[in-house]
C-alpha cells in the first residue's frame, strides 16, 4: 500500500526521490518527511472505515471511530509541523485542534457508552445486527 | 450598541462578548434549567420549560438588538477572526431560536405523557441551539468542529432521551455511530484542508485555495500539485457533511433515528439540526471552497437528484407517519441542495426561507403527531390519522395546510421557498450555458409531483375515510396549540405575502452572493 502512495505524495509535495529501495528506508529513518506521517494516518483512516463498515460489535466501532479520529489528528500534528518550519506562523493552530479533538472524543466516548449501557438494560446486546426493531 | 473590533493586546474585549450575547444568554439559561432541575419538586417540572421558552425570547431579542444596532451589510469579526456575524449569521440564527420555541412547546405535553418530564430535556435543547447559533457565525474550523459536536453530542443524547423506550435506545445508538463516522470523515476532510491552506480561518483557506488553483502549472499540461490533495479534502468534507443533513449515499440514520427518537426531538432534529448543518454546508462550501465550485457544483448536483428520487420513491410506501416524515425530510435535504447547485442569490435566499418554512410546517407536522400521542396510544401510524376531520377539525386542517405546504403547492410557503430553488437552477442554467441545471429542475419537478401523492395520503386519511381510529380526546395542551397555531399561520403568511420575507433574506444573504470569495466560475 505504502509502496503504491508514498511516490505519488512524495511527487505531491516535491520531495526528492533516492533511486534504490534501500535509499528510500534509509532516507525515511534519517528524515521523516511529511509524506510518511500523511501515508500512515491515510492508513489509519482506510483501517478505521474499513472497521466501522464491517465488524457488528459496537464497542469494536466505536475503537475504529476512535482511529479515524486520530488520523485526522495524526494528519494536522503533521502538517502543523511542516507548515510552521514552511514560513506559516498560524499553523500552530493545527496542534490546537488537536487538543480539541482529543477533548470531543473524550465526550463522544462517554455518551456512546451511555447509550450503550441504556441499550444493553433493554436488549441485552451489543452486537449491531441484533439491534433491528426500525427497519425500512 | 457600538460592537467592537478584536484589539490585539488582550485576549479579547469585552465589547466582543457583545457579538456572542444571544449564544451566552442561551447557556447561562441552560445551566440555570440543570439547577432549577434540581431543585424544584417533580410534579413542577414542567416550569423548566417554560423558562427555557423565556430564554429563547431573550436571546431572540438579544439577536434582534444585534441585527437593529448594525443594519447587517457589515460583518463584524471578533476573538481573532473566529466569529463572524453577518446577514448569514443572523438569519439562520432566528431559524435554529424559532425551530427551538417550538419545539420545546410541542414537547412540554408529550414529556408529561412519557413520564419523562426532567429538566435536562430542555437543557439539551438549549444546549443544541448554542451549538447551532455557533455554527452559524463560526469562521474558523476550530470553532465549527467545536459546536458542531457541541450539537451533535447533545442531540445523541436527545434521540435516546426515553431511557426505557427499546425504540428510542435503538435510535440513539444507529444515530451515535453513523454521527460520529461522519465526524470522524468531516474532520480527515479539515485536516487536509489545513494542510493545504496552512490556517484554521475560513478566509485564509479561500485567500490559499484561489492561490492553489490559480498557480500557473510546473509542467506543460500538469495539475497544481497541490489541487488532488484539496480535492480529497472536499470530498471527505462532503461525504462528512451529506451524513448531517441525511443526503442520499449517507441517509441511512435518518429513518430510524426519526422513527425512534421522542417525537418533539424528531422535530427538532429534523429542522434545526438540518438547517444548521446547511449553515456549515455553507459557510464552508461558498466561502472557504468557493473558489472549487466548478469542482463541487456538478457533484453535489448528481447527490441532490438522487436524493430527490430516494428521498420521494422511498417515503411513498412507508406506514409510519414519523418515518415518512423522515424519508420527506430527505428529500427535502435534496431540494436545498439545489440552492447550492444553483449558487446565485436566488438560490440562497430559496435555500433561506425554505429553511424557515420547512420549520414551520415540519414543527407543526410533528406538532399533531405529537397531539395523537396518548398514555397507552403511540399514534405515529398514518391510519391513526383516520376520521381527525371529524373529531378535531382545526387539528386536521393545520395537517392539511402543513402537508399541502411540504408538498409546495401554490399560496403556501413551501412553494415560495420550491421557486426560488428551482428558479436558482434556471438562473444559473441561462448563465452558465449548461443544459443540465435545466435537467436537474425538470427532474426536481417531477419528483415533487410524487410527493403529492405521499402528503395528500395524510389528507385522504383525514377526511376521506369514515372511521375515527379511536375516540379517545386528544392530548392537547395550550403550548402545543399556540405553537401549531403559530407554525400553521407562518406557513400560510409566508405563502400569500412573502415580499417581506424575500426583501430580508435578499438584503442579509446579498453579501454572501456578492463577496469576492465567490468566484463565479
Same mark, same amino acid.
Given at each position: 500500500?505504502?509502496?503504491?502512495?508514498?511516490?505519488?505524495?512524495?511527487?505531491?509535495?516535491?520531495?526528492?526521490?533516492?533511486?534504490?529501495?534501500?535509499?528510500?528506508?534509509?532516507?525515511?529513518?534519517?528524515?521523516?518527511?511529511?509524506?510518511?506521517?500523511?501515508?500512515?494516518?491515510?492508513?489509519?483512516?482506510?483501517?478505521?472505515?474499513?472497521?466501522?463498515?464491517?465488524?457488528?460489535?459496537?464497542?469494536?466501532? $466505536?475503537?475504529?471511530?476512535?482511529?479515524?479520529?486520530?488520523?485526522?489528528?495524526?494528519? +494536522?500534528?503533521?502538517?502543523?509541523?511542516?507548515?510552521?518550519?514552511?514560513?506559516?506562523?498560524?499553523?500552530?493552530?493545527?496542534?490546537?485542534?488537536?487538543?480539541?479533538?482529543?477533548?470531543?472524543?473524550?465526550?463522544?466516548?462517554?455518551?456512546?457508552?451511555?447509550?450503550?449501557?441504556?441499550?444493553?438494560?433493554?436488549?441485552?446486546?451489543?452486537?449491531?445486527?441484533?439491534?433491528?426493531?426500525?427497519?425500512? | 450598541?457600538?460592537?467592537?473590533?478584536?484589539?490585539?493586546?488582550?485576549?479579547?474585549?469585552?465589547?466582543?462578548?457583545?457579538?456572542?450575547?444571544?449564544?451566552?444568554?442561551?447557556?447561562?439559561?441552560?445551566?440555570?434549567?440543570?439547577?432549577?432541575?434540581?431543585?424544584?419538586?417533580?410534579?413542577?417540572?414542567?416550569?423548566?420549560?417554560? +423558562?427555557?421558552?423565556?430564554?429563547?425570547?431573550?436571546?431572540?431579542?438579544?439577536?434582534?438588538?444585534?441585527?437593529?444596532?448594525?443594519?447587517?451589510?457589515?460583518?463584524?469579526?471578533?476573538?481573532?477572526?473566529?466569529?463572524?456575524?453577518?446577514?448569514?449569521?443572523?438569519?439562520?440564527?432566528?431559524?435554529?431560536?424559532?425551530?427551538?420555541?417550538?419545539?420545546?412547546?410541542?414537547?412540554?405535553?408529550?414529556?408529561?405523557?412519557?413520564?419523562?418530564?426532567?429538566?435536562?430535556?430542555?437543557?439539551?435543547?438549549?444546549?443544541?441551539?448554542?451549538?447551532?447559533?455557533?455554527?452559524?457565525?463560526?469562521?474558523?474550523?476550530?470553532?465549527?468542529?467545536?459546536?458542531?459536536?457541541?450539537?451533535?453530542?447533545?442531540?445523541?443524547?436527545?434521540?435516546?432521551?426515553?431511557?426505557?423506550?427499546?425504540?428510542?435506545?435503538?435510535?440513539?445508538?444507529?444515530?451515535?455511530?453513523?454521527?460520529?463516522?461522519?465526524?470522524?470523515?468531516?474532520?480527515?476532510?479539515?485536516?487536509?484542508?489545513?494542510?493545504?491552506?496552512?490556517?484554521?480561518?475560513?478566509?485564509?483557506?479561500?485567500?490559499?485555495?484561489?492561490?492553489?488553483?490559480?498557480?500557473?502549472?510546473?509542467?506543460?499540461?500538469?495539475?497544481?500539485?497541490?489541487?488532488?490533495?484539496?480535492?480529497?479534502?472536499?470530498?471527505?468534507?462532503?461525504?462528512?457533511?451529506?451524513?448531517?443533513?441525511?443526503?442520499?449515499?449517507?441517509?441511512?440514520?435518518?429513518?430510524?433515528?426519526?422513527?425512534?427518537?421522542?417525537?418533539?426531538?424528531?422535530?427538532?432534529?429534523?429542522?434545526?439540526?438540518?438547517?444548521?448543518? $446547511?449553515?456549515?454546508?455553507?459557510?464552508?462550501?461558498?466561502?472557504?471552497?468557493?473558489?472549487?465550485?466548478?469542482?463541487?457544483?456538478?457533484?453535489?448536483?448528481?447527490?441532490?437528484?438522487?436524493?430527490?428520487?430516494?428521498?420521494?420513491?422511498?417515503?411513498?410506501?412507508?406506514?409510519?407517519?414519523?418515518?415518512?416524515?423522515?424519508?420527506?425530510?430527505?428529500?427535502?435535504?435534496?431540494?436545498?441542495?439545489?440552492?447550492?447547485?444553483?449558487?446565485?442569490?436566488?438560490?440562497?435566499?430559496?435555500?433561506?426561507?425554505?429553511?424557515?418554512?420547512?420549520?414551520?410546517?415540519?414543527?407543526?407536522? +410533528?406538532?399533531?403527531?405529537?397531539?395523537?400521542?396518548?398514555?397507552?396510544?403511540?399514534?405515529?401510524?398514518?391510519?391513526?390519522?383516520?376520521?381527525?376531520?371529524?373529531?378535531?377539525?382545526?387539528?386536521?386542517?393545520?395537517?392539511?395546510?402543513?402537508?399541502?405546504?411540504?408538498?409546495?403547492?401554490?399560496?403556501?410557503?413551501?412553494?415560495?421557498?420550491?421557486? $426560488?430553488?428551482?428558479?436558482?437552477?434556471?438562473?444559473?442554467?441561462?448563465?452558465?450555458?449548461?443544459?443540465?441545471?435545466?435537467?436537474?429542475?425538470?427532474?426536481?419537478?417531477?419528483?415533487?409531483?410524487?410527493? $403529492?401523492?405521499?402528503?395528500?395520503?395524510?389528507?385522504?386519511?383525514?377526511?376521506?375515510?369514515?372511521?375515527?381510529?379511536?375516540?379517545?380526546?386528544?392530548?392537547?395542551?395550550?403550548?402545543?396549540?399556540?405553537?401549531?397555531?403559530?407554525?400553521?399561520?407562518?406557513?400560510?403568511?409566508?405563502?400569500?405575502?412573502?415580499?417581506?420575507?424575500?426583501?430580508?433574506?435578499?438584503?442579509?444573504?446579498?453579501?454572501?452572493?456578492?463577496?469576492?470569495?465567490?468566484?463565479?466560475?
Amino acid at each position: 500500500m505504502s509502496q503504491l502512495i508514498t511516490p505519488v505524495l512524495a511527487l505531491l509535495l516535491q520531495a526528492e526521490q533516492p533511486t534504490t529501495r534501500g535509499g528510500v528506508i534509509w532516507q525515511g529513518i534519517q528524515h521523516p518527511d511529511l509524506s510518511k506521517f500523511l501515508v500512515i494516518a491515510a492508513l489509519l483512516f482506510i483501517i478505521g472505515v474499513a472497521g466501522v463498515l464491517t465488524r457488528r460489535n459496537i464497542i469494536v466501532i $466505536f475503537m475504529s471511530i476512535e482511529l479515524i479520529l486520530n488520523a485526522a489528528n495524526l494528519n +494536522f500534528i503533521a502538517f502543523s509541523r511542516y507548515l510552521q518550519d514552511a514560513g506559516y506562523p498560524n499553523a500552530v493552530a493545527g496542534q490546537v485542534f488537536t487538543v480539541f479533538i482529543i477533548v470531543v472524543a473524550a465526550a463522544e466516548a462517554a455518551i456512546g457508552l451511555g447509550i450503550v449501557i441504556a441499550l444493553y438494560r433493554n436488549r441485552e446486546t451489543i452486537f449491531v445486527d441484533k439491534i433491528d426493531l426500525l427497519k425500512w | 450598541m457600538f460592537l467592537l473590533q478584536a484589539n490585539t493586546t488582550a485576549l479579547f474585549s469585552v465589547g466582543e462578548l457583545q457579538l456572542l450575547a444571544p449564544e451566552l444568554i442561551l447557556t447561562v439559561c441552560a445551566c440555570a434549567v440543570l439547577v432549577m432541575e434540581v431543585v424544584l419538586p417533580y410534579k413542577r417540572g414542567k416550569l423548566t420549560g417554560y +423558562f427555557s421558552l423565556i430564554a429563547v425570547a431573550l436571546a431572540g431579542a438579544s439577536l434582534f438588538a444585534q441585527w437593529y444596532a448594525n443594519s447587517y451589510l457589515l460583518p463584524l469579526t471578533g476573538f481573532y477572526g473566529m466569529v463572524r456575524i453577518d446577514g448569514f449569521a443572523i438569519i439562520f440564527k432566528a431559524i435554529f431560536l424559532i425551530a427551538a420555541a417550538l419545539s420545546i412547546a410541542v414537547s412540554l405535553r408529550y414529556l408529561d405523557i412519557e413520564g419523562e418530564q426532567r429538566g435536562e430535556f430542555y437543557a439539551l435543547v438549549l444546549f443544541a441551539t448554542v451549538g447551532m447559533m455557533m455554527l452559524a457565525c463560526g469562521y474558523d474550523l476550530i470553532a465549527l468542529y467545536i459546536s458542531l459536536e457541541l450539537m451533535a453530542l447533545t442531540f445523541y443524547v436527545l434521540v435516546a432521551f426515553t431511557k426505557r423506550e427499546r425504540r428510542s435506545n435503538e435510535a440513539g445508538m444507529k444515530y451515535f455511530l453513523l454521527g460520529a463516522f461522519s465526524s470522524g470523515i468531516l474532520l480527515y476532510g479539515m485536516s487536509l484542508l489545513f494542510g493545504v491552506a496552512g490556517s484554521t480561518n475560513l478566509g485564509d483557506i479561500a485567500h490559499k485555495i484561489n492561490e492553489v488553483l490559480n498557480a500557473p502549472p510546473m509542467l506543460e499540461g500538469a495539475p497544481t500539485p497541490l489541487r488532488p490533495m484539496l480535492l480529497l479534502g472536499m470530498i471527505a468534507l462532503a461525504a462528512g457533511l451529506f451524513f448531517k443533513i441525511a443526503a442520499v449515499p449517507f441517509h441511512m440514520w435518518a429513518p430510524d433515528a426519526y422513527e425512534g427518537a421522542p417525537t418533539p426531538v424528531t422535530a427538532f432534529l429534523s429542522t434545526g439540526s438540518k438547517a444548521a448543518s $446547511f449553515a456549515l454546508y455553507m459557510r464552508i462550501f461558498i466561502e472557504a471552497l468557493g473558489g472549487m465550485r466548478a469542482d463541487w457544483a456538478p457533484q453535489l448536483g448528481l447527490v441532490a437528484a438522487i436524493t430527490i428520487l430516494v428521498g420521494n420513491w422511498a417515503a411513498v410506501t412507508q406506514t409510519n407517519a414519523k418515518r415518512l416524515l423522515a424519508y420527506s425530510s430527505i428529500s427535502n435535504a435534496g431540494y436545498l441542495l439545489l440552492g447550492l447547485v444553483a449558487g446565485n442569490t436566488y438560490g440562497y435566499v430559496g435555500i433561506i426561507l425554505y429553511l424557515l418554512v420547512y420549520t414551520l410546517m415540519n414543527v407543526g407536522a +410533528f406538532g399533531v403527531i405529537i397531539a395523537l400521542h396518548r398514555r397507552g396510544i403511540v399514534g405515529d401510524r398514518v391510519d391513526d390519522m383516520t376520521g381527525l376531520a371529524q373529531k378535531a377539525p382545526g387539528m386536521a386542517a393545520m395537517m392539511a395546510i402543513f402537508m399541502l405546504s411540504l408538498g409546495g403547492l401554490p399560496l403556501t410557503g413551501g412553494f415560495i421557498g420550491k421557486y $426560488f430553488l428551482f428558479g436558482g437552477l434556471l438562473q444559473r442554467g441561462a448563465t452558465e450555458q449548461k443544459n443540465w441545471y435545466y435537467w436537474l429542475a425538470v427532474w426536481a419537478i417531477l419528483n415533487t409531483v410524487v410527493s $403529492f401523492y405521499y402528503y395528500l395520503r395524510f389528507v385522504y386519511a383525514m377526511y376521506f375515510r369514515e372511521q375515527p381510529a379511536d375516540n379517545r380526546p386528544l392530548a392537547l395542551s395550550p403550548a402545543l396549540n399556540t405553537a401549531l397555531v403559530v407554525a400553521c399561520i407562518g406557513v400560510v403568511f409566508i405563502g400569500i405575502y412573502p415580499q417581506p420575507f424575500i426583501h430580508a433574506a435578499q438584503a442579509l444573504i446579498g453579501a454572501l452572493a456578492a463577496s469576492g470569495v465567490v468566484a463565479l466560475r
